[in-house]
């Protein structure tokens, strides 16, 4: 895989919650430059980017976003706010916690509600991977799966760790055919990039792999 294609699969992300306007506009800049997949950037920002750079960038934001415990209708309340200012793509996070009381029905009904609330749009179900077991797991891909979201991912990149090759492999494992799997969390290297889309990943969230596959990329840009 080239490094154009590579960055065809990258969500250019930008989560900190000091990230400034001047940050936001460098990710966004890049991100139109080297025709990211999309960039994904806090929900305050939507608006003006969206009122900046219009149909020229692909906006991802993030719901519930990093701990996921707020209650569902904060949650829907998020995303439809989100889509009226002009995102495309939403990654929600789980409830860990209920996740961890075994209130499994309670998890699904909650995506399900949400992607509802998504219509057309891209849903990427974030389930924080460092805190679950194997079992957990595993669970997780057939909720994803059953609720009808287009994407499990591995992390939000602010938990005790990120994606794992294992991880990557247990999920090809447990979704259904029509779930997607986005890897996010650690992926710092081109080696680390190239073998999650070896593993099967259609998304990677990163901030540097711009910056990694710079000198790799041709005079076309």
Known sequence: MT?????????HTQLKAFATWADIQKLCEEAIRYETASVCIPPAYVKRVH???GEKINICTV?????GYCVTAAKVAEVEQALKEGCNEI??????????NGDFDKVEEEIRTIKKAC????????????????EEKI???QIVTRAGADYIKTSTGFGTGGATKEDV???KENIGPQVKI???????TMEDLQAFLDLGCDRIGTSRAVGLLKGELTEGY
């Open 63 to 67: 719901v519930g976003f990093p701990l």
């Open 169 to 171: 492999k247990l999920f």
């Open 3 to 11: 490094a154009k294609e590579m960055l065809k699969k990258v969500d």
């Open 51 to 53: 009122e900046t750079y």
């Open 91 to 100: 990654d929600m996070v789980i409830n860990v916690s209920d996740v961890k």
């Open 182 to 188: 986005k890897a996010a969390g650690g992926v710092s």
């Open 139 to 141: 669970k997780m891909c």
């Open 119 to 134: 219509g057309g749009h891209i849903l990427k179900v974030i389930i924080e991977t460092c805190y679950l077991t194997e």
